[in-house]
């Protein structure tokens, strides 16, 4: 192993951090090559610089003209040259201070400065090469975004396990979650066919304190978001099941933060709460500008950290730092510049929040309309909760959901998600509020005709 790596271990060493390392995770490190002498020569070589592997003339990146005349206001340092690895410093500082303001009881905590990723796709398979060994069982409820199957299961070979979202009452299930969190469940489970949603077979999987929760909401594909109540006994569980001794990596995906839509919703990330829970848990929050601030190109997201155990341990978060840059120099290097510096130039413009607030009158409408068309529609489809987010989803119960959007697409040229053969997913965010009555009746028609 690296000697830099061996170092790092040894600052997370008795930190739950260092409990939850997969092998991975303990050889990679940052190493001092290239791009940390680079940096270095940054702030001191001050006659020249021979570092970097870009071509420079008079100071500025050399660069082809037909390119930067589409971008005439940044400069070509901010188009052209690389990023650092961790992000820009300033795009770093702007983003905490956001995600301070979002979630008021992150005040006074300690969280690491976020780290830039190229997406939160990428943030996440990130955090599986850190922390995700073949075998480790992946808590998600059972109606999530697929990529996160891609992601542990088939690439990293996690075995996922997944919850009911939903109880009989069409609340979130904490229950079912609860049943996965205990050891003793777990145990059970491991023995149980596999629950519905997990392919794999459940022999031989180990009992370990370790467990790996993704939690995302708005939810995608639900459009469900905790009410205030059901965060609350969330973050009891959680901590119930720190207090068994269970080693707890709390993911959340907060893709789709901020677009709430009830006044009932619980406003924060779990993520603020989850922060200082407990020295087991380690909490981690992936979001990024993808769906907050419309960028879906841009490809820039961040990965912030927290866990009660580690507060006061600024050697312990300067490693786990340390990881996540091996981690992205190692797959990416460094994520776009071009996205970083427009995010920046935007969030700091005087107009930002008032249009952030337009671009959420717009989604907002779409969700209030979608509400008040399916209030009135009858048929067979029954829609699941939702109440935040870019999606709603139906239950299309006897009736092929894969057959409902083959048809749809075929006879009205319409474009749905399949999940399961059991739900339609509906991205009510991308049609205009004029077109949503069509698209739901059409649905609905298209539904009983199959049923
Ligand atoms: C829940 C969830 N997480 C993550 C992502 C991926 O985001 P990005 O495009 O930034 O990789 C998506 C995108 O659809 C998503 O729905």
């Not at 786990?320 to 797959?331: E, F, P, T």
């Not at 994520?335 to 005087?350: D, E, K, V």
């Not at 059991?422 to 009983?448: C, H, K, P, Q």
């Amino acid at each position: 192993m690296n000697e830099l790596a061996r170092q790092l271990n040894t600052a997370l060493e008795n930190t739950i951090t260092g409990a939850l390392l997969s092998a991975r995770g303990r050889r990679i490190y940052f190493p001092r090559g290239i791009v940390a002498q680079s940096a270095e020569a940054k702030e001191q070589a001050h006659k020249l610089n021979a570092t970097a592997g870009i071509a420079v003339q008079g100071g500025q990146p050399l660069h082809l003209s037909p390119i930067r005349a589409h971008i005439p206001d940044l400069s070509p340092e901010e188009i052209f040259s690389y990023a650092p690895t961790a992000g820009h410093p300033r795009l770093r500082e702007l983003w905490r201070r956001e995600m301070l303001e979002k979630n008021p009881s992150l005040k006074g905590k300690r969280i690491s400065l976020p780290i830039v990723v190229s997406g939160l796709t990428h943030g996440l398979s990130v955090l599986a090469d850190l922390f995700v060994e073949p075998g480790d069982m992946v808590i998600l409820p059972d109606l999530y975004w697929g990529n996160y199957r891609l992601i542990f299961e088939d690439r990293m070979e996690a075995l996922i396990r997944t919850f009911p979202l939903f109880d009989e009452a069409g609340a979130l299930n904490l229950q079912g979650l609860a049943k996965l969190l205990t050891p003793r469940s777990a145990q059970l489970s491991a023995q149980a066919a596999p629950p519905a949603g997990s392919s794999r077979a459940s022999s031989g999987e180990r009992m370990s304190a370790k467990v790996i929760l993704v939690l995302n909401f708005p939810n995608n594909p639900t459009g469900y978001s905790p009410i205030r109540a059901e965060a609350e006994q969330l973050h009891a569980l959680l901590s119930e099941t720190a207090e068994t001794g269970r080693q707890l990596l709390l993911i959340c995906d907060d893709a789709y933060f901020g677009l709430f839509y009830e006044p009932e919703i619980y406003p924060q990330s779990l993520f603020a709460e989850a922060a200082d829970l407990h020295k087991n848990i380690l909490a981690v929050k992936v979001d990024g500008a993808t769906k907050e601030n419309l960028v879906w190109g841009f490809r820039v997201g961040f990965l912030t950290f927290a866990s009660r155990g580690m507060a006061g341990q600024e050697d312990a978060f300067q490693a786990l730092s340390q990881k996540v840059l091996g981690a992205v120099r190692s797959s990416i290097s460094n994520s776009s510049t071009l996205g970083q510096n427009l995010l920046m130039r935007g969030m700091q413009a005087p107009n930002y929040e008032e249009e952030k607030q337009r671009m959420f009158g717009i989604l907002e409408a779409r969700y209030r309309r979608s509400r008040e068309i399916l209030n009135k529609l009858e048929g067979p489809l029954r829609v699941l909760p939702f109440n935040s987010g870019y999606f709603l989803c139906f239950d299309t119960g006897g009736v092929s959901a894969e057959r409902l959007r083959q048809r749809l697409l075929r006879s009205d040229g319409i474009g749905t998600i399949s999940i399961q053969d059991r739900y339609l997913r509906v991205a009510y965010s991308s049609v205009d509020l004029e077109n949503l009555e069509e698209l739901y009746g059409t649905i609905m028609r298209r539904a009983s005709e199959l049923s």
